[in-house]
């Protein structure tokens, strides 16, 4: 497994980090079985979230004996001091650890988020106090807007970020990427596979991998998606695989949807879910799980077309910060639906 500097935290990471959002629907054994087997086979790079259910217990559980062997990351969605501050103390004793090698501002989408976050009352003070104290070697942040992360990077000295990168989604390339290089901030490109969507996995990870990001997160909740993704980044990129992979994904991006979830929709169409996937599903066909979510949506697009509170303005696009015609793009969707 390759391994990699985390930009300026100088932490080594493997390339390949286990994310564990998804440990909250397995077993607890099940779960220390992966945690375990992903270890043994050379993952360095675990991540959580106090927001994942009970998945920070269940890594603290299973691998906390092993403490020494991986780089510990997770998130606070917390804004302000006080609940910030707690988050991450409860984190530590979930996590069964003295010690947080990265604790990231989590879901940093608004303007006004991120004001909170870095005033004299937020989240940021708290994580900069346990810092101080030897609790947390370094601060991070995530979210969905690649341009406002690569700002806020400018703006305060963020050790890492934590962003969404795959065939679908290549917008933090071009708008946040070369911002972190500069920075040398350390970047952790997650959803490889977008979800559950993408079936082509192999150059889908690979897709990824190809890039600068420094940590590949797919997140994983059995042996053998461990050993699936391990197997799919063996190997290096070629130059000319880099470009093969790059024409795949060509023209995947034109719903442009950053799956910032500004948008709500009162029919309960998953706007991101239906957007993001809508042209690889076209060329490729998505995995199953991922079909399901996706018919869930189409299921709904005639009634959208039709309905009264988005005929003069679509509801979803006064709220979505890119203006894009999500409405224009359903009736696409539904046409293409019609002629197959
Ligand atoms: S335009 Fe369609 S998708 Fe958008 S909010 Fe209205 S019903 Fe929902
Ligand atoms: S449609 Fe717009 S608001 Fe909704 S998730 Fe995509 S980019 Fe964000």
Redesign the pocket.
């Known amino acids: 497994m390759k391994r990699n500097i985390l930009g300026r935290t100088g932490l080594e990471v493997s390339h390949l980090g286990f994310g564990a959002m998804r440990l909250q629907g397995v077993s607890e054994q099940e779960a220390a079985r992966v945690l375990h087997h992903a270890l043994d086979r050379g993952i360095t790079y675990i991540d959580t979230a106090a927001e994942y259910g009970d998945s920070e217990e269940k890594v603290g559980r299973a691998i906390a004996a092993r403490r020494a062997e991986y780089v510990l990351a997770t998130k606070t969605k917390k804004r302000d001091y006080a609940a910030a501050k707690a988050e991450i103390e409860n984190s530590l004793r979930l996590l069964k650890t003295d010690y947080i090698d990265i604790i990231q501002i989590h879901y940093v989408n608004y303007v006004q988020e991120y004001k909170q976050v870095k005033g004299p009352e937020g989240a940021l003070r708290a994580a900069e106090e346990l810092k101080a104290k030897g609790y947390i070697g370094h601060i991070g942040i995530t979210g969905h807007r690649p341009e406002l992360l690569a700002r806020w990077l400018k703006d305060y000295p963020f050790d890492t970020v934590l962003f969404h990168l795959n065939m679908a989604q290549p917008f933090a390339e071009r708008e946040l990427m070369p911002t972190a290089l500069e920075e040398q901030v350390g970047m952790i490109a997650m959803k490889p596979l977008s979800g559950p969507f993408f079936s082509h996995v192999r150059e889908a990870i690979r897709y990824s991998a190809g890039s600068s990001a420094h940590v590949i997160l797919s997140g994983m909740k059995s042996v053998e998606e461990v050993d699936m993704n391990l197997a799919a980044m063996e190997g290096d990129i070629t130059p000319e695989e880099r470009q093969s992979l790059l024409a795949l994904a060509e023209g995947l991006d034109a719903h442009g949807c950053r799956r910032c979830n500004y ?1 709500s ?3 309960g ?1 998953r ?1 991101p879910d239906t957007l993001i996937p809508s042209r690889y599903r076209e060329r490729f066909g998505l995995l199953e799980a991922g079909e399901q979510l996706w018919e869930k949506s189409a299921a709904k697009f005639a ?2 077309l039709e ?1 009264e ?2 005929r003069e303005k ?4 006064q709220a979505c910060p890119y203006h894009l015609p ?2 224009e793009e ?1 009736r696409r969707l539904a046409q293409v639906q019609i002629s197959r």
């Open positions: 948008c929709c009162p029919l169409i706007i009634a959208c309905h509170r988005c679509p509801l979803c696009e999500i409405q359903i």
